[in-house]
C-alpha cells in the first residue's frame, strides 16, 4: 500500500492533547490548516520527549546567536482538540530538525511499522513512495514553543506521581515497589 502523507507547512495549530480520563488518556499529536485536519496517536512519553527536545533545540538555536522570534504573550493554547478526531496513524518514530535556510523547525512522525513489514535496510526515505505513513509539520520558532508550553502542561495534567516511587497515583492509590509492595495512597 503506497504510504500517505501529511504535508503542514507552517500550519494554523499544530498541538498535543488527549482523550479520556487520567489514567486512561489518549494522546495525540493534531496539526491544522484551514479545513485540513491530521490527528496522529502517540504515547505520552513520546509527547514529553518531543518537547522536551523540542525546547532544547530552541534553546540552543538561541545560544547560538540565532534570532528566534518569541511567541506574543497572548492566552495559553487551552482550546480542546479539533474535531472531528480521526486517527490517521499511531507514530512510532518522531524526529526533529532545523531548517537554516528557512528558519524553521521540522517536525516528523512515521507510522508504527507492521512486524511482516520487510526490515532489511535502511529506513525509507520520507519522500518514498513506499514505506510508513509520514506527518511532517513545519513550524516557526513561535509556534514551536508554544507547542512545546501546552505539550508540558498535557503531560503534566495526569494522575498525580507516588511520592516515594515516582509512578502515577490512581483515585485510589497503587501498590508500591518502594514499600516492599504495600499500598499507598
Known sequence: MPRRRYLFDLPDRFTAGTVGEPGSRTFFLQARDGDRLVSVVLEKVQVAVLADRLNDLLDELGQRGIALVEPEASAPDGAPLDEPLREAFRAGTLTLG????????????????????????????????????????????????TFVE????????????CPLCGQPLDPMGHICPRRNGQYVN
Open 98 to 145: 532545523w531548517d537554516s535556510d528557512d528558519g524553521v523547525v521540522l517536525v516528523e512522525a512515521l507510522a508504527v511499522r507492521d512486524e511482516d513489514e520487510d526490515d532489511e535496510g535502511d529506513d525509507p526515505s520520507p519522500d518514498d513512495e513506499e514505506g510508513p505513513d509520514l506527518l511532517r509539520v513545519r513550524l516557526s520558532p513561535a509556534a514551536a514553543r
Open 150 to 161: 501546552r505539550a508540558v502542561r498535557v503531560v503534566g495534567s495526569g494522575r498525580p506521581p
